[in-house]
Nanobody, 125 residues
């Protein structure tokens, strides 16, 4: 599986962005998907995840109620709708794919088998 993230950009506090992650391969629908982010000087951190069926989603506390993860298996694409953006949301955002998503390790990097390149999100006034 190859992943290509896009949709990043510069936005003011309180604004919105939608990130997309397009996947290659016919087995996309079998993978659970996640979004992570990494701010300068910080470790990569979990943002959100969605199971292969799209029926169950998970969020970091810092984005709960503001971000929404979704997927369209027909388009081999996962999305991250980001609303009410804050300065602290500034980071490079990465999408990742997991063959077997385990709840206890959902926020850990080794849980994910494939990673896309990042897309920069900058929140600034």
């Amino acid at each position: 599986v190859q992943l290509q993230a896009s949709g990043g950009g510069l936005v003011r506090p309180g604004g919105s962005l939608r990130l997309s992650c397009a996947a290659s391969g016919r087995t996309f629908s079998r993978y659970s998907m996640g979004w992570f982010r990494q701010a300068p000087g910080k470790e990569r951190e979990f943002v959100a995840a969605i199971r292969w069926s799209g029926g169950t989603t998970y969020y970091a506390d810092s984005v709960k109620g503001r971000f929404t993860i979704s997927r369209d298996n027909a388009k081999n694409t996962v999305y991250l709708q980001m609303n009410s953006l804050k300065l602290e949301d500034t980071a490079v955002y990465y999408c990742a794919a997991s063959k077997t998503l385990i709840l206890s390790t959902i926020a850990t990097l080794p849980q994910y088998d494939y990673w896309g390149q990042g897309t920069q999100v900058t929140v600034s006034s």
